[in-house]
């Protein structure tokens, strides 16, 4: 079992990226939320790890935080919500702002995310609700978590590489589960010129929610 991972960064991909530990690269999916806080590229980062073992692959999805780690780990255990939603949630959501969606009952939020439906929203709701207060007791909830501050993406965003950073978030989008004409739609919403690749589908993301 894979926990964390220690070394550098090497490509930036959302959802993806590529982390350097001694000569081996690890291919990690990441939380939006997370990425736009990773060191650029050629720089160290820690990342916390959960590693899933499928018939086809094993995946590794990584965290700037045990307490993000601990929330997707929370997620998964729902039933009907695999690692791609929860993965999806937690890009859209901060750990703050899923706990007071549970707590309010705000089954129509939730319905927002890709992969939860009105009958998986209230499920979630349900089997959540205790389950995220005993967690939030002992979790010691900061918006910025254990992370590095760091910026995630280098890239000049003018010219083709402007075009090409709207055509990347979008399909970023489409890998978290959004339809084409939501994700163009919603990157088209937020684009400006002067955001990075991972600033466009973060503020993508919270469009979603009406800006939250």
């Not at 991909?13 to 050629?42: F, H, Q, W």
């Not at 919500?81 to 549970?102: C, D, H, N, Q, R």
Request: with cysteine; net charge neutral; hydrophobic share 40%.
């Amino acid at each position: 079992m894979i926990t964390s991972l220690n070394g550098t960064v090497t490509e930036i991909t959302p959802p993806s990226v590529e982390i350097d530990v001694n000569g081996v690269g690890y291919c990690v999916e990441m939380p939006m939320t997370a990425i736009c806080r990773l060191p650029k590229n050629g720089e160290k980062v820690k990342v916390f790890t959960q590693m899933i073992v499928r018939e086809d692959a094993h995946l590794l999805y990584g965290f700037l935080s045990r307490q993000d780690r601990s929330l997707f780990r929370e997620l998964i255990k729902i039933t009907g919500v695999g690692p791609k939603t929860a993965l999806t949630a937690l890009s859209t959501l901060s750990p703050e702002e899923m706990l007071s969606i549970v707590k309010a009952n705000d089954v129509v939020s939730l319905t927002r995310i890709p992969g939860i439906g009105k009958k998986t929203a209230e499920r979630l709701m349900i089997e959540l609700r205790d389950r995220l207060e005993k967690w939030s007791s002992n979790q010691n909830i900061t918006a910025a978590g254990e992370t590095q501050t760091a910026a995630a993406d280098s890239t000049q965003n003018s010219g083709e590489n402007s075009r090409q950073n709207q055509e990347m978030a979008v399909q970023a989008m489409l890998d978290m589960g959004y339809n084409r004409k939501q994700a163009e739609s919603l990157v088209k919403q937020v684009f400006k010129p002067e955001l990075t690749l991972a600033q466009i589908i973060s503020e993508a993301l919270k469009a979603t929610f009406g800006g939250k």
